[in-house]
């Protein structure tokens, strides 16, 4: 069970916004940690979409926005698009763990 | 430009001990933080062992004393020597590069491909 929780599943139509949350605790989002997500295509290595809470890389389309507030963080998608459908993940820190790795249980997200 | 290329996966009985190797190229490998994670089939992603540039590893608790993570400078090279292998430890396994994010957090921008590891008799 990770640290960091987001719900299992999530789905949306084309065109509208869907919201992925990850809860933390007050030892990791909650005590100022970055958040940072990732995109999961079926069969490839996870993508990064959104670092230190809510900055895109170069290339992500502006329909990902993060958001951080307390002890947990929220991953925003607009315009949900059929190539949407994917796993995600958040990362945070937790200052009573080894390691940045520490991931969300990830969300799957079904665009029906 | 970055790249990640990981090998040595494959099937192994359990008991047995395996080598990963992570090549990279348009960065040096002994100068960033780097981490191993993997991912066992349909499950979610779990961090198994880094190592930051200053050489200080860590590794997750169902690997401690079964894996150790190193590094070639000359081969821009980071490996993932598995010991003692279970079936747990089935995964693929992917190398990624750390970006300094604060305080002790990093994020990881770029991933290799990954490499299937299947314990099994």
């Known amino acids: 069970q990770s640290v960091l929780t987001q719900p299992p599943s999530v789905s949306g139509a084309p065109g509208q916004r869907v919201t992925i949350s990850c809860t933390g605790s007050?030892?990791?989002?909650?005590?100022?940690?970055?958040v940072h997500w990732y995109q999961q295509l079926p069969g490839t290595a996870p993508k990064l979409l959104i670092y230190?809470?809510?900055n895109r890389p170069s290339g992500v389309p502006d329909r990902f926005s993060g958001s951080k507030s307390g002890t947990s963080a929220s991953l925003a998608i607009t315009g949900l698009q059929a190539e949407d459908e994917a796993d995600y993940y958040c990362?945070?820190?937790?200052?009573?763990?080894?390691?940045?790795?520490?991931f969300g249980g990830g969300t799957k997200l079904t665009v029906v | 430009e970055v790249q990640l290329v990981e090998t040595g996966g494959g099937l192994i009985q359990p008991g047995g001990s395996l080598t990963l190797s992570c090549a990279a190229s348009?960065?040096?490998?002994?100068?960033?933080?780097m981490i191993w994670v993997r991912q066992a089939p349909g499950k979610g992603l779990e961090w198994v062992s880094l190592?930051?540039?200053?050489?200080?590893?860590y590794y997750t608790e169902s690997v401690k004393g079964r894996f150790s993570i190193s590094r070639d400078s000359a081969k821009n090279t980071m490996y993932l020597q598995m010991n003692s292998l279970r079936a747990e430890d089935t995964a693929v396994y992917y190398c990624?590069?750390?970006?300094?994010?604060?305080?002790?957090?990093?994020?990881?921008?770029?991933w290799g491909q990954g490499t299937l590891v299947t314990v099994s008799s």
């Open positions: 190592i930051y540039s200053g050489g200080v590893t």
């Open positions: 990624a590069r750390g970006e300094f994010s604060t305080y002790d957090e990093y994020y990881f921008h770029y």
């Open positions: 230190r809470n809510s």
């Open positions: 990362q945070s820190y937790d200052n009573r763990l080894t390691g940045s790795g520490l």
């Open positions: 348009g960065f040096s490998v002994s100068s960033n933080y």
């Open positions: 007050s030892s990791n989002i909650g005590a100022g940690f970055d």
